[in-house]
């Protein structure tokens, strides 16, 4: 069986301050990796992806994330926050033998305080 | 483009009674999947729909859930009768998956916030 963990379910920092979103997976196949973000009453947008290749992945809002195969990990990283960006992420895993089937994580609350 | 669209974005029906949600992909996509989110359980995928057909329904909840995809360019979820438990966000998402690719990437509409009292 596989599944997204995300160790912390909430997340507080100051603005301006560095916040690590940790996100651990288990599959016995490879996977692609993602961060999604959802803000108050929206959807869920996509932040960025690992597909293959460079283990550390740039996305939209200053975000990164690096892909650990040793670790089975792919934390979310910002050197420095915003208020803006308080809301929910979730991380998720497609299976390359499932094709289409994106497992999340139960999700973390950032919430940034000025 | 105006990506995923989702009608209505609220809804509050009494327990017993038929609620149909909709959805537009966006142009060109060819899979559409449809998601449950509470606070107690989180994102659960409903059903997975490749080429208009329904692929993978075993997260339909039970017989009162119902899933059609038409065309392309539109899909259904119907709730028949509805009960307070099914109170919850759903969310449309679609995608364009190539060959026997894993699809890389989901857009997902802004959801439609159901009340069943």
């Known amino acids: 069986a596989q599944s997204v963990t995300q160790l912390d379910s909430q997340v507080p920092v100051f603005e301006e301050a560095p916040v690590e979103l940790r996100c651990n997976y288990s599959?016995?196949?490879?996977?692609?990796l993602f961060w999604y973000v959802q803000y108050p009453n929206q959807g869920l947008q996509l932040l960025l992806k690992?597909?293959?290749?460079?283990?550390l992945v740039k996305g939209i809002n200053g975000f990164e994330a690096e892909f650990n195969k040793s670790q089975t990990s792919f934390h979310l990283r910002k050197p420095s926050v915003h208020i803006s960006d308080t809301a929910e992420y979730f991380c998720?895993?497609?299976?390359?033998?499932?094709?289409?089937?994106?497992?999340f994580g139960s999700g973390t609350r950032l919430l940034v305080r000025p | 483009d105006a990506g995923v669209i989702q009608s209505p974005r609220h809804e509050v029906t009494e327990m017993g009674q038929e609620v149909t949600l909709r959805c537009k992909p966006i142009?060109?996509?060819?899979?559409l999947f449809w998601y449950r989110q509470t606070m107690m359980r989180g994102l659960e995928l409903l059903i997975y729909?490749?080429?208009?057909?329904?692929?993978?329904d075993s997260g339909m909840p039970e017989d009162r859930f119902s899933a059609k995809m038409p065309n392309a360019s539109f899909s259904t979820l119907k709730i028949q009768p509805s009960e307070p438990r099914d109170s919850a966000v759903y969310f449309c998402?679609?995608?364009?998956?190539?060959?026997?690719?894993?699809?890389?990437?989901?857009?997902f509409g802004p959801g439609t916030r159901l009340t069943v009292l």
């Open positions: 998720a895993v497609i299976r390359m033998d499932s094709s289409y089937k994106l497992i």
């Open positions: 599959s016995s196949v490879s996977v692609y």
């Open positions: 690992y597909l293959s290749g460079s283990t």
């Open positions: 142009s060109g996509h060819n899979s």
């Open positions: 729909f490749n080429n208009n057909v329904p692929i993978d």
């Open positions: 998402a679609t995608g364009r998956r190539e060959g026997q690719f894993p699809l890389n990437e989901q857009f």
